[in-house]
């Protein structure tokens, strides 16, 4: 068994050309630089969720305690290949609109989001994930792409970061839901069996976890 891991230094299409309404300029005007996570509870709700990989009810969000993070729980995300299989159960994907409610005089970013699974590839296979993000009324922009490299029958995790500087923020005063695009594919190659990969675990809970940054509006 192998663990995958994947660190992407490519910046988050949600942080470069997908947001283009939005510069880093423009975080210009801010009270501060980047600041610790408001005391009051942010509230993330899930607005709507679609795709072949997030079937109704097999999808939920939830924040973490510390206001750092919220998390996309999948139960049902499954993509493969082999002998029987129709050709469409080689891709899915998802695609998820929330709205984070946060306290008053503060706005965020996406800093780094973590995307985990489980994969079992045999050897000739070949697999991928994939994501966007963006805000409501702005720009989609290309995917981030981690392949999955086989042979591989163990966990993997993909982690896609940005720098301070890069980070495109919710305008302040504005409610502004964030569309998170994923996608799963596995190719059979030359292998003649099965292959998968999941953002699913053997428990049901694995999770996609996206890592906020904050700031005081003016």
Known sequence: MRKLLV?????????????????????????????PPPDDKVVIDLIAMAGSGCR????????????TAFTVIYSDYLAQVGPGLPVADGRKNCQINVLVHVPQGFTFAIAKVDHRGYALLERGASAMQRANYYFQGMTQGSFVTHPITAPLDD????????????MVWRPCGELRNLNINTELR??????TGTSFV???????????????NWRRCP
């Open 7 to 35: 660190r992407s230094g490519v910046v988050l299409a949600l942080l470069t050309s997908s947001l283009i309404g939005m510069s880093p300029a423009s975080a210009e005007g801010f009270l501060d630089d980047p600041v």
């Open 186 to 191: 596995v190719n059979k190659g030359t292998s």
């Open 56 to 67: 109704p009810g097999t999808a939920d969000v939830a924040v973490s305690p510390d206001n």
């Open 198 to 212: 999941t953002m699913d675990s053997t428990d049901g809970d694995i999770r996609t976890v996206y890592h906020f």
């Open 155 to 166: 966990n993997w995790i993909a982690t896609d970061e940005v720098e301070v500087a890069a």
